[in-house]
């Protein structure tokens, strides 16, 4: 009989095991609620007897009166619900004196002692329900007992000190859908490689992999820094898993075990072994890194054996109960805990994109003296992930790999050619070295993508960027190396931009701004020189004017506002030289983002010096107006009219033409939507923005007849699909990217975090 005292799970885990249970003895689909310390509803179920209502209370460490008294406040509650049948459950352990206590308690609505379930009683369901059993294996390691049975009965060869360091993990696990894939590659090919960013989670998968064999019989050997402890524990006809972590070192090449042909002999003997396993797990740079330099890893296909852990397959309910966990276990003090779920902070750390396991345990760890301070300390380091990737960048990187992460950081987030980048870095070394350094990095720290035949290089994920951008800002003088070394104005302007980002209304990257304020003539030379040359290469191309734009106006465009905050009267430079560009004939090209950038820039100087441009306020004013075609276009265009209007007043009348550009951007729109269609709501929704819009920039009497025009073309387009017999899915519409937690998941998580307040 399974015999778990349940200290390894949190409340959350608690309620989600009863869960199941109660669901394979009754066949019930139960669902779950949000709830806070006053109690409520955890699980309600429809069943043939009517409205089942489970209540869940884990009371590990409390006394049998905080559990009575938590229970009599439960009777009001459920003379308001009325179930047909009440449930009660609890991981206390009961006598029987205490069980017919409580029951008198929970009267009249718990009918029976035997839906009273304590932890006897939990156990006993178990015990009929293996199946629930092997799900919930963080229970495994629930006792002392059964630490103590796994060490005497040599079923965990090695180390006492690893599966007490595991038994405290397994508190924090939350299953995903890789364990799922790893469990079956691991079935089907008996060996399974774990890869990934740091921090991501391989080696806590690996150990859940191994539990779950455990439970099965088998033996479980942890390979420590030499293969050779494989080979000296493997036992023919004994069911036997590896457990191989950082097999090929954690940070760098130089901590390689140098065998690694009886590595990959250990492999294919476990492959054709149906009573072996082998789980191992290496980070993605490392196993690049090696095969570089190793011929029996070279030669291995890993990818049949290969499974990428991504944060990505995170989803909100998962990131959701991986903080909660890391909180309810932690030892921070219970007001800190408290004041962080009430104040709904954790909301902030499941949306983050750099989110990491590795990060919740890092600052986790640390003391906090306050709710407040505790978010802003985590909130930091995953906006500055440096705690994550610093070791590996300082330690597990050439020069040269060096450089390319630092010199990416240069361009915008889709990256840069493989070419271009090369001639940035290789300086003084070989070419190969730039090769093999890419191949080290790439799944890590970069992607390698071919778009349209050219090979792209990006930063592998996010979390990378930031740490590289804090890197930068710790190290600004790397900033101004990479600006001299630039070959592309965009690189400059893409630092520029970074250097004035800000987060709750500072400064993200301080160090970074103030090195840019006091290199200002520096960086402005710089530009003006890449400006020169690229102007001077383009004299050849038949593409004049679109290079010109692409490469230098648009650039230097986006440089113009943090320029004026940082670089004082070298904005002067750059705004006499973006004037003469706008004029050129390569202004055909310029879109209406980079007219308002021009825009913005130049009622910056007019506020200053308005001598310096009045000549080309107008001019740039009706330019930007005759431009616009989307509805974006017009609502900033509208936006800018109103912020200054009255200052454009002092030298010419604005509105005549606001009103004619905004009306000619919406007909465009209306345009637009001709080959565009989505379907019949989404389009009409798309037509009653533009009136909208036009109702609010006032030129609704002149759009009136093209608006209704749109509406019956609309009808008309899709009476003739229907006419025809072709479908339209009526579910398409405007998605919003990102926007990824539903409803029923924002309830459970506010309802998991209010048990914590």
């Not at 000190?161 to 590659?185: G, M, N, Q």
């Not at 990959?264 to 072996?276: C, F, T």
């Not at 990217?737 to 309802?751: E, N, Q, T, W």
Request: aromatic share 10%; with cysteine.
């Amino acid at each position: 009989m399974a015999d778990y005292d349940f200290r390894t799970l949190s409340p959350n885990d608690f309620e989600i095991l009863i869960r199941d249970l109660l669901a394979a003895e009754y066949r019930w689909r139960l669902e779950a609620f949000g709830h806070g310390r006053d109690g409520g509803i955890d699980l309600r179920a429809k069943a043939p007897e009517g409205k089942v209502v489970v209540q869940c209370k884990h009371y590990l460490g409390s006394s049998f009166s905080d559990l009575r008294s938590s229970a009599r406040r439960e009777t009001p509650k459920m003379n308001k619900e009325k179930p047909d049948r009440y449930l009660f459950a609890t991981s206390q352990n009961l006598s029987r004196t205490q069980k017919d206590t409580l029951a008198g308690d929970l009267s009249p609505w718990l009918s029976d002692t035997a839906d009273l379930l304590s932890q006897v009683d939990i156990n006993d369901l178990l015990t009929r329900h293996p199946e629930v059993e092997q799900q919930h294996f963080k229970l495994w390691l629930a006792s002392t007992t059964i630490l103590e049975r796994i060490v005497q009965s040599g079923i965990w060869e090695r180390s006492e000190a690893l599966l007490e360091d595991i038994r405290d993990r397994v508190k924090l696990y939350v299953p995903t859908s890789s364990f799922k894939a790893a469990s079956e590659l691991l079935d089907e090919k008996h060996v399974v490689v774990l890869t990934g960013s740091p921090g991501v989670g391989k080696s806590m998968l690996a150990e859940m992999l191994a539990l779950k064999h455990w439970h099965k019989g088998w033996q479980i050997v942890s390979v420590g820094t030499d293969v050779d402890d494989a080979w000296n524990a493997y036992k023919s006809g004994r069911k036997q898993v590896f457990l191989y972590d950082d097999f090929l070192g954690q940070t760098d090449i130089s901590e390689r075990r140098a065998k690694d042909s009886w590595v990959i002999r250990l492999m294919d003997r476990v492959a054709r072994s149906p009573d072996k396993r082998l789980v191992m797990t290496t980070r993605s740079q490392i196993l690049q890194q090696t095969r570089l330099i190793s011929e029996p890893i070279a030669h291995t296909d890993f990818r049949v054996v290969e499974c990428v852990i991504n944060i990505a397959d995170y989803g909100a309910i998962q990131r959701a109960r991986m903080l909660y966990n890391h909180l309810f276990f932690s030892t921070l003090p219970r007001e800190v805990v408290r004041g962080y779920a009430e104040n709904s902070s954790y909301w902030k750390v499941v949306n983050h994109k750099n989110f990491s396991p590795r990060i919740l345990e890092l600052v986790i760890k640390r003391s906090h003296s306050s709710a407040d301070e505790f978010a802003r300390t985590l909130n930091h380091t995953l906006d500055h992930p440096l705690d994550l990737w610093r070791i590996v960048f300082n330690n597990g990187l050439s020069d040269i790999g060096q450089r390319i992460t630092l010199t990416l950081a240069s361009f915008p987030i889709y990256g840069v050619s493989s070419s271009d980048l090369k001639a940035l870095v290789q300086k003084e070394a070989k070419p190969t070295e730039y090769t093999s350094a890419l191949r080290v990095l790439e799944g890590t720290f970069v992607r390698v993508e071919k778009n349209n035949g050219v090979t792209m290089i990006a930063y592998a994920n996010p979390s990378v960027r930031d740490f590289t951008l804090a890197f930068l800002d710790e190290e600004p003088d790397y900033l101004i190396a990479i600006i001299g070394d630039s070959i592309h104005l965009t690189q400059v302007s893409t630092l520029l931009v970074y250097a004035v980002s800000q987060l709750d209304g500072k400064l993200r990257f301080p160090h970074c701004a103030d090195t840019v304020t006091r290199n200002s003539s520096f960086i402005s030379r710089k530009m003006m020189d890449l400006i020169a040359k690229e102007r001077e290469a383009s004299r050849s191309d038949p593409r004049k004017s679109s290079r010109v734009h692409q490469r230098t106006i648009s650039p230097l465009l986006g440089s113009l506002e943090p320029a004026h905050r940082l670089m004082g009267k070298s904005f002067d430079d750059l705004l006499a030289m973006a004037i003469e560009l706008c004029k050129s004939r390569a202004s055909g090209y310029i879109d209406p983002d980079d007219w308002k950038l021009f825009n913005g820039a130049l009622m910056m100087r007019c506020a200053e010096n308005p001598d310096r441009v009045r000549d080309e306020l107008e001019w740039a004013f009706e330019t930007w107006g005759e431009s616009l075609y989307t509805i974006d276009h017009v609502t900033a265009f509208e936006e800018f009219f109103e912020s200054h209007a009255a200052a454009l007043k002092q030298y010419f009348d604005p509105s005549e033409k606001y009103y004619e550009s905004t009306c000619s951007g919406l007909r465009n729109e209306l345009d637009n939507l001709s080959g565009n269609e989505q379907d019949r709501d989404s389009d009409h929704q798309w037509v009653d923005e533009v009136e909208r819009v036009a109702r609010r920039v006032g030129v609704i009497d002149d759009m009136r007849s093209e608006i209704e025009s749109a509406r019956d073309s609309i009808e008309q387009y899709y009476a003739e699909r229907e006419h025809s017999g072709i479908p339209y899915d009526s579910e398409t519409g405007y998605g919003f990217p990102g926007a990824s937690v539903s409803v029923s998941d924002r309830v459970a998580i506010d309802g998991m975090f209010r048990e914590l307040s």
